[in-house]
């Protein structure tokens, strides 16, 4: 168990900053992660938000998309927000061709299934040990299934908006824009606790 675990955050894209912040208020260490190095020195991994096939492919050209999918295949506790979430899932709907993810999460996940960018939102949303969030929902996706050992956190209606399956959590919402440290605490005792 650590107690104060370094965290790090994919800083190709996305709200670095606003993760690192929200990872400090839960009593972590946050860490901007750019090469495989950096990836070493971390005990988990946060990745943002942003457009899944550009980080796909900046994750290949830094060539951090092997180091991580080995470290999550090895038991490394991730957090997938929105974009993050496509990242972790086993398999993706609306993907460009040959798309590709870092896998871990045996779920299906749909790209920008909530709609365009003037489609976005916000929710209330009740999760484990975490009542009333506010969720912000940005080009989203949704969770279309899910296997038998992902277990379904939070849903917006009827749609999968946040699960996890062992060292892994993923939500298709942004908790680090709300000033909400709630998710990122959530996320920061499954690293002390694995």
Same mark, same amino acid.
């Given at each position: 168990?650590? &107690? =104060?675990?370094?965290?790090?955050?994919?800083?190709?894209?996305?709200?670095?900053?606003?993760?690192?912040?929200?990872?400090?208020?839960?009593?972590?260490?946050?860490?901007?992660?750019?090469?495989?190095?950096?990836?070493?020195?971390?005990?988990?991994?946060?990745?943002?938000?942003?457009? &899944?096939? =550009?980080?796909?492919?900046?994750?290949?050209?830094?060539?951090?998309?092997?180091?991580?999918?080995?470290?999550?295949? $090895?038991?490394?506790?991730?957090?997938?927000?929105?974009?993050?979430?496509?990242?972790?899932?086993?398999? +993706?709907?609306?993907?460009?061709?040959?798309?590709? =993810?870092?896998?871990?999460?045996?779920?299906?996940?749909?790209?920008?299934?909530?709609?365009?960018?003037?489609?976005?939102?916000?929710?209330?949303?009740?999760?484990?040990?975490?009542?009333?969030?506010?969720?912000?929902? +940005?080009?989203?996706?949704?969770?279309? &299934?899910?296997?038998?050992?992902?277990?379904?956190?939070?849903?917006?209606?009827?749609? +999968?908006?946040?699960?996890?399956?062992?060292?892994?959590?993923?939500? &298709?919402?942004?908790?680090?824009?709300?000033?909400? $440290?709630?998710?990122?605490?959530?996320?920061?005792?499954?690293?002390?606790?694995?």
């Amino acid at each position: 168990m650590v &107690s =104060t675990p370094t965290i790090g955050v994919l800083a190709l894209q996305g709200d670095v900053r606003e993760h690192a912040r929200s990872l400090v208020e839960s009593g972590a260490v946050a860490v901007a992660v750019r090469r495989p190095e950096e990836l070493d020195q971390v005990d988990a991994l946060v990745i943002p938000g942003g457009e &899944s096939t =550009t980080m796909w492919k900046l994750a290949v050209a830094f060539e951090m998309f092997d180091p991580i999918q080995q470290r999550v295949k $090895a038991g490394m506790p991730a957090y997938g927000s929105c974009a993050g979430m496509i990242m972790l899932a086993d398999r +993706i709907e609306g993907g460009i061709e040959g798309q590709q =993810t870092l896998g871990g999460l045996d779920m299906v996940v749909r790209r920008n299934a909530f709609g365009r960018q003037v489609d976005s939102f916000e929710y209330d949303l009740d999760l484990p040990g975490i009542q009333g969030f506010r969720a912000i929902f +940005i080009r989203a996706p949704w969770v279309e &299934s899910v296997g038998n050992d992902v277990e379904v956190l939070a849903r917006a209606g009827d749609r +999968i908006v946040a699960v996890r399956q062992g060292p892994l959590l993923a939500t &298709s919402f942004h908790p680090e824009l709300t000033g909400d $440290a709630r998710v990122h605490s959530y996320f920061v005792e499954m690293v002390r606790e694995l």
